[in-house]
């Protein structure tokens, strides 16, 4: 068994060697990583893994290029633990980016009116 840490939140939970990142994360009623089909095709768990050691399953180039893969993102329904891991959701985070930045465009045409 390895465990998994979720960099900037704290939380940590254990992962079988068998079992990927993602379903683990869910068996213990975890959110930090949205979820779409589990299956590796859509994109929505992309995770970067920044320290330990995995392995991968087939993910969708749609979703996650070489050069992504090289650079140590991955998707968390198809990366399994070989050590502990610490892993950062970047999807999610990038959303709530993108999110903020539209809010302060939205402000700042408001305030040049």
Request: with cysteine; charged share 30%.
């Amino acid at each position: 068994m390895h465990t998994v840490e979720i960099a900037g939140s704290g939380q940590r939970y254990p992962c079988a060697p068998e079992q990927n990142l993602l379903r683990a994360m869910e068996a213990l009623g975890k959110r930090g990583i949205p979820a779409g089909c589990r299956g590796g095709g859509c994109g929505g768990c992309k995770v970067r893994i920044e320290a330990g050691r995995y392995r991968t399953g087939k993910m969708s180039r749609a979703c996650l290029s070489a050069e992504e893969e090289g650079s140590g993102l991955v998707l968390a329904c198809k990366a399994y633990p070989d050590s502990d891991i610490r892993l950062r959701p970047v999807a999610l985070l990038q959303r709530c980016l993108d999110r903020q930045r539209e809010r302060q465009r939205e402000q700042e045409a408001k305030g040049s009116t």
